[in-house]
């Protein structure tokens, strides 16, 4: 199962604050494999499907607000345990509460502005992608590396 894939996005903080290369930089130095990618002003249909489930908390409006109000960086990643690794590489929901070494510990203070999106289950995993992404942007091509990141 080395072709698990979880849908990880930029946030418009992490944007702003030129964070991209280094979120991106830990996905790829970890040994994931970038399927897809997308660097788009996300339209508010798009956000309020995306965070559909969050509806009725009080800060979903803001929420979606905040990600519309400059571009995301919209990415697919695929490996063994990406959806499970890949939260793990983020943090926690609160950058407070996120240990140092991971993206939300290391680079973000505030829930509100917590740079990074990370799938939370496979199941949810594979809504984003293809909410985001049409079947034939997602890239097929082999990580040549492969053979030496798993046994
Ligand atoms: N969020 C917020 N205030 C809160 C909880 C969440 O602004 O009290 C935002 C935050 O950007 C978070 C997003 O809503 O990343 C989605 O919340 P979720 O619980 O799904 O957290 P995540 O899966 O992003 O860790
Ligand atoms: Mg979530």
Redesign the pocket.
Request: glycine share 18%; charged share 25%.
């Given at each position: 199962m080395t072709d698990e894939r979880t849908f990880i996005a930029v946030?418009p903080d992490g944007v702003l604050r030129g964070l991209m290369g280094e979120i991106i930089k830990r996905f790829e130095q970890k040994g994931f494999k970038l399927v897809a990618m997308k660097f788009m002003l996300a339209p508010d249909s798009l956000l309020k499907e995306h965070?559909i489930d969050?509806k009725d908390?009080p800060?979903y409006a803001?929420?979606c607000k905040y990600m519309g109000s400059a571009p995301v960086c919209a990415m697919v990643w695929e490996g063994l345990s990406a959806v499970k690794t890949g939260r793990v590489m983020?943090g926690?929901?609160n950058p407070a509460d996120s240990k140092p070494g991971t993206i939300r510990g290391d680079l973000c203070i505030q829930?509100?502005r917590?740079i990074i999106?990370?799938s939370?289950s496979v199941e949810s995993a594979n809504k984003e992608i293809s909410l985001w992404f049409k079947p034939e942007e997602l890239v097929s091509w082999k990580l040549a590396a492969l053979e030496h990141i798993y046994e």
């Open positions: 946030k965070y969050l908390k800060f803001g929420l983020l926690e929901t829930v509100g917590n999106h990370g939370d």
